[in-house]
């Protein structure tokens, strides 16, 4: 922004800049900087920064946005600018599985009803020093590296779409994120430094499946199947895009949620609406021949849907 900001000053602009920057309408067709560029005949592009390349599938009919878009997320980057996930979103997606699929923590207990409203009970699983008690925090003990890094060739620019059970209709909205490519692969290092962990790591992929079974009766299966994505190995919903019940117990939050959104703008009829997005049509190649990795024409895919296999290592 430096770069394109001296820009502005040497060509007489910055005032101009500065006014759109302060009064142009958040929903205006005219929000955006491409907007700014040509209205007044800017042609250069070299400001630094990044490009990501769009898929060709977004939807230009929003009777809501009018055609504005109203946000981009963009993906978390190094200091080198190279895109990565962070272990904590890992972790917290592997906390998720064992969460679910461990009958001592996906119980009743799972919800605290002190106060006003219902909320998850923190303390249920061991976490941190506790006085008198022997040291014991599970999920200290399971550690995970960030990702390493990747180039922006690996990401697409998607849209965001949301389908509803009720309806049989995906809605697109102004919505935007810079997402991994379908078929991108992404590593990650798992240590663990107690038996218990170690343990869990190692179920983890059997597990994945038994939360997944669980959550496709609980909330995937109102959907038609054509919109769910098979799997290839064991499967995991990364990244904030993936929809609330993947990351909780679903089973126990279910009517929390609810009353938790009834407070927000955006209201949550039911169970809610199958996050999704639209990206180029992929196949892999598996024993019996090419596979898509989608069952429908319209490009949709799970919004977060993610697949890993977990090798052991010596060091």
């Given amino acids: 922004m430096g770069k394109f900001y001296n820009k502005m000053v040497e ?17 205006a067709r005219n929000n955006r900087l491409i907007s700014f560029l040509n209205d007044n005949r ?25 055609g504005a878009i109203n946000e981009v997320n963009k993906f ?10 962070p272990g904590s979103s ?12 461990t009958p001592k923590w996906n119980n009743e207990n799972a919800v605290n009803d002190f106060g006003r409203f219902p909320k998850e009970n923190k303390n249920l699983i061991p976490w941190g020093p506790k006085k008198g008690k022997e040291y014991d925090d599970l999920f200290n003990a399971i550690r995970v590296s960030d990702s390493k890094p990747f180039d922006n060739k690996s990401l697409i620019l998607v849209q965001k779409w949301d389908y509803s059970a009720k309806t049989n209709k995906a809605k697109p909205l102004p919505l935007y994120r810079e997402s991994i490519s379908p078929l991108t692969k992404i590593e990650f290092e798992i240590t663990t430094t107690t038996d218990e962990a170690g343990r869990l790591i190692e179920e983890l992929g059997k597990r994945a499946q038994a939360f997944y ?3 496709k009766a609980f909330f995937l299966s109102e959907f038609p199947d054509d919109k769910i994505q098979a799997n ?25 949620l609810q009353r938790r959104y009834s407070r ?26 090419n596979h898509s990795l989608v069952k429908n024409h319209e490009s949709f895919y799970e919004m977060g849907k993610a697949n890993f296999m977990i090798k052991e290592i010596d060091k």
């Fill in 264 to 289: 927000m703008k955006t209201k949550m009829v039911k169970k809610g609406v199958l996050k999704l997005t639209k990206a180029p049509l992929k196949t892999v190649k598996i024993p019996s021949g």
């Fill in 42 to 66: 800017i042609a250069e592009r070299s400001f630094g920064g990044y490009s990501i390349s769009e898929t060709g599938l977004e939807s230009d009919k929003n009777p809501n946005s009018a």
């Fill in 76 to 85: 978390i980057r190094d200091a080198f600018g190279n895109p990565y996930i």
């Fill in 232 to 256: 290839l190995q064991y499967p995991i919903y990364l990244g904030a895009g993936s929809g609330a019940w993947t990351k909780t117990l679903f089973k126990q939050a279910d009517g929390i």
């Fill in 11 to 27: 060509k007489r602009l910055a005032e101009k800049f500065e006014a759109f920057l302060i009064q142009t309408r958040p929903n």
């Fill in 90 to 101: 890992l972790k917290g997606a592997i906390r998720t599985i064992l969460m679910n699929t």
């Fill in 213 to 215: 079974k669980d959550y």
